[in-house]
């Protein structure tokens, strides 16, 4: 973490376009799950206990699904529109569960640039290695604005 250096910022605005695009692949590993269950005490046996899940339609531990929320994002924090952008609304639909240990890939795109209200829209669709579409959201969300001096107080 390079606390007090300044850090490239992701796009602003004026830089994101509909129809930009990004891609990524997540296995998820043990090591992620027990850190989100120790971060959050959620002690639920649906997502560590083998022998409750064998009772349940699942048959085996599923993720949470706030993990894939913070997927997608810490891949919008990251990538798209990048560092300094903020998530002010989260839509998503959890089609499918996901299993420990299996591979998905996130396909984000933006849908609407909304320069009045300083805003994008992306959609994103997760598909597991069988092809199967296991989530649809819409994040809106803030790309990176510096305030300039005396705006700060404006808003």
């Known amino acids: 973490m390079n606390i007090g250096k300044p850090r490239k910022l992701g796009k602003k605005i004026d830089e994101i376009e509909e ?18 269950l120790g971060l959050t005490n959620d002690a639920n046996p649906l997502y560590i206990q083998h ?25 919008i924090s990251k990538h798209l529109p990048g560092p300094g952008s903020h998530v002010v609304n989260f839509s998503v639909n959890f089609i499918e569960p996901v299993f420990h240990y299996e591979t998905l890939t996130f396909d ?4 609407k640039v909304d320069k009045m209200k300083d805003v994008v829209t992306i959609s994103v669709e997760a598909i597991n290695t069988q092809e199967d579409r296991v989530l649809d959201a819409v994040v809106m ?15």
């Not at 984000?108 to 849908?111: A, L, P, T, W």
């Not at 969300?141 to 808003?155: S, Y």
């Open 19 to 36: 129809g930009d695009s990004l891609s990524l692949t997540e296995s998820i590993e043990d090591s992620q799950l027990l850190l989100y």
């Open 51 to 75: 022998d409750y899940t064998q009772k349940t339609e699942y048959q085996r531990p599923i993720v949470p699904s706030v993990m894939l929320m913070g997927i997608i994002t810490s891949a």
């Open 108 to 111: 984000f795109e933006v849908i």
């Open 141 to 155: 969300v803030q790309p990176p604005k510096i305030v300039e001096e005396g705006e700060e107080n404006e808003q």
